[in-house]
DNA sequence: GCCGAATATGTAACGGGTTACACACGCAAG
DNA sequence: CTTGCGTGTGTAACCCGTTACATATTCGGC
């Protein structure tokens, strides 16, 4: 292996200055046509390649974007994720990964490993992070899936909106007490969530608010929540389970009282992640563009970095109902 | 927001030279007590962290690793993502995560842009890469999952004995006819496993090369594979696919060819993903260490940049039966 | 009391691009 | 013919740590 060649060879080689080679690199300031081509073949004949480390030294940008996820392996955000990552690699930017585990001590000490390396920009999912965190690293940033301040860009859905539909579609197939498997209470999201459920249930003549039970935002605390919500009620033939993370263990909690989905009980749920389409019942859930909503925040946090841009951009996705099998069918009867 | 404070500035509000700050900084040199707190005074009143990127300028090392993963939607791959993250965070790098799609000029689009930055390592799952273009990069690396080359250091599993294993195991609780439904010809551990089937299906008086079908390593291809196999020869008893994702398929295929599973088919796959503990019924798997041989293989990365360890190291991990719902109970008369 | 080693600190070059500024030339307008 | 702008190119400072090398002081050993 050969040592990589620099600026200065190339300069050398082609008998200008590196000043001449810079201007040609980047396309800007004056340089003959005759000057470009003997620098254009330095440079083919050295096989050079700028060294982006020296350059985002000059520049105090690094070209490079990090997102933020609690964690990788809840299978919301690998779609996140890659989604950010083509959008930040089709830009030239390079895509780092932070797992927080939702904890402010990692977040923090990522922002700040990640500014000392100039880092450009970060999307963060988090519900842990505070305005004020985010102000003294004074790094560009979105917020993606739960909204962290109202003065920091956000894209996320309409939660509360896609709560209420969910909990009326269970009221149209003929659900007559309705639950509510809820998220964290420290998730802006599964709030809205809860609200969005409330909204309808609290209307109906059985509401009781002993129908909602909290798991957390994954698989076996929503088994254990809907184990008791089930014995303790059982009369409740519809669930509405803040994500399908929690559906599939709400399914086996039905499955383990020995409870037919849907037949019944009718469970839906949240986000429109792949799980959703293989588990046995397939569910019936309010989808999420996820694909898009994370290349729609990389996107925006690109522009703002590269427009220098500090206007804060709210913007908000529809959810979608996506009706398979965990549900019964309108019309049938019990 | 105050402008970043360099190291000449601590220099000066500690009226000392920067090469005395810097050698407090990074603990080498000689420097006295006294001087030492009046720096640390400074820094800490100047809230001084020193700029990654002019280090990494004077170093040529970036303290950057990169995983290069097919497509981290593919549920195999966030868990290794997450060991190696966790790893080199651990170890005080950045983790780039890049999704190649397994197209070979993306690998090199991204090797590319990553010496540029003068990452320092890369781990790379790949069926493409071939060690000359790695070399010609000249970048530390360790292949993960798949085998490059025997002189690039590899984490991997022993897939064939796996596959035996799996295959006996059907035998052993009873299979008459046992098929496979391969994974992606190209990939060395599909072929592996491909291999490890036909060590026990070849020495058995019904064997037919008819009772191996591709499927690719996703869903819908073994689906479909599936659907061939159980048609052509409603025979088959049991089935051994080549990984767990693929699994799912192949019960979707017999759901809908009206073949009870494990009843009437037995199935058992590979991988040990979180997905096979939730579907119905739960998947029997012949388990690999996923956290493990990621961890390990970053771990082996960074001695190997970190003491600038030329060797190359070839490590296999066993993997291990779990006995779910997917396949027969021994003993259990059909 | 002298010498070499250990301790302590500073100066300046270095890593590899970028760009402000200076300079030179050609050509058109006045 | 001079002024002035557009074009083309080079020199050197700059971004910010790191470290080789030089210098100075102290201390133990003989």
Redesign the interface.
């Known amino acids: 292996?050969t040592e990589m060649s620099t600026i200065r060879d190339v300069a050398k080689l082609a008998q200008v200055s590196v000043a001449t080679v810079s201007r040609v690199l980047n396309g800007n300031g004056y340089v003959s046509h005759n000057t470009r081509e003997k620098v254009a073949a330095a440079i083919k004949q050295l096989n050079y390649?700028?060294?982006?480390?020296?350059r985002?030294?000059f520049k105090g940008r690094?070209k490079m974007i990090a997102l933020f996820v609690p964690?990788?392996?809840n299978?919301f955000?690998?779609?996140l994720?890659?989604a950010v990552?083509?959008m930040t690699?089709q830009q030239?930017f390079?895509?780092?990964?932070?797992?927080t585990d939702d904890n402010l001590n990692k977040e923090m000490a990522?922002l700040?490993?990640?500014?000392?390396?100039?880092v450009d920009g970060i999307i963060i999912v988090s519900s842990t992070m505070t305005a004020e965190y985010m102000?003294n690293f004074?790094i560009p940033a979105v917020a993606l899936d739960r909204i962290i301040h109202t003065n920091i860009s956000s894209v996320t859905v309409n939660n509360r909106e896609g709560a209420k539909e969910a909990t009326q579609y269970l009221k149209d197939i003929g659900c007559r007490r309705i639950a509510h498997v809820s998220g964290p209470e420290h998730v802006s999201n599964a709030r809205q969530r809860l609200k969005g459920y409330l909204d309808i249930a609290q209307k109906s003549e059985w509401f009781n608010y002993e129908y909602i039970e909290q798991g957390e935002y994954n698989?076996e605390g929503a088994k254990k929540a809907t184990q008791i919500l089930l014995t303790k009620h059982p009369e409740i033939d519809g669930l509405f389970v803040a994500n399908d993370l929690m559906a599939?263990g709400a399914?086996?909690a039905a499955?383990s009282l020995g409870l037919s989905v849907p037949d019944q009980l009718s469970i839906i749920s949240f986000d429109g992640i792949?799980?959703g389409e293989?588990?046995?019942p397939a569910l019936t859930t309010m989808a999420q563009p996820i694909y898009q909503i994370g290349a729609r925040a990389a996107e925006m946090l690109i522009k703002q970095v590269e427009q220098n841009e500090a206007q804060t951009l709210v913007e908000e996705f529809s959810v979608k109902l996506i009706e398979r099998d965990s549900t019964r069918k309108k019309g049938e009867n019990q």
């Open positions: 292996m390649r700028p060294n982006d480390v020296a985002s030294l690094s964690d990788i392996m299978p955000f690998p779609e994720a890659r990552e083509d690699t030239g390079t895509f780092v990964l932070c797992n990522y700040e490993a990640l500014k000392q390396k100039s102000e004074d698989f599939v399914i086996k499955e792949k799980l293989t588990t046995s």
